[in-house]
């Protein structure tokens, strides 16, 4: 869950950013004419810094949130086993079957196949709590895994030391 909240946290400023700009442009378009707000209804016309308001608003609504979802879960998660959050919180996504990261089509398939962990009121995401390997519903279905990290072997205090 904490590895969840890592991740969906630059998302979430995203988002907040996106709608800070909609804010800004609807608010000069809605100013911007005082007969449209007596009557309700405002020409369809835009300038060109309000189209460039939508526009960055889209960015980073849509466009960034997507991109670094994709990298996070995808390339990061696919091929290391960890997104950031899953770094943060010392485990990894490994095959049931090999015990290797999942690569990047598997990893992001495991993250659409969440959406079935929620359906019948988020039981999936509470598999865990019972099942022996802790699996969530997905990852029963993508033969997949969360594992703790397996820590670094103690160095000596120099090379060649077997103490």
Aim: charged residues 10%.
């Amino acid at each position: 869950m904490v590895a969840f909240v890592i991740d969906q946290l630059p998302v979430t400023v995203f988002l907040v950013i996106a709608i800070a700009i909609l804010t800004v442009a609807i608010g000069s378009v809605a100013g911007s004419d005082s007969t449209c707000r007596r009557q309700f209804s405002c020409p369809g016309y835009s300038t060109n810094s309000e189209l460039a308001l939508y526009g960055t608003a889209a960015l980073f609504g849509m466009v960034l949130p997507f991109t670094f979802s994709v990298w996070n879960y995808g390339q990061r998660q696919g091929t290391t086993g960890q997104s950031i959050g899953k770094k943060a919180m010392k485990f990894q996504v490994v095959s049931e079957k090999t015990g290797e990261p999942i690569g990047f089509g598997m990893s992001l398939m495991r993250q659409i196949v969440h959406v079935l962990d929620g359906l019948i009121c988020y039981l999936g995401y509470l598999f865990p709590l019972w099942d022996a390997k802790r699996q969530t519903f997905a990852d029963k279905i993508m033969s997949t895994v969360c594992v703790p990290m397996n820590p670094a072997p103690v160095a000596g205090p120099y090379p060649g030391w077997s103490g």
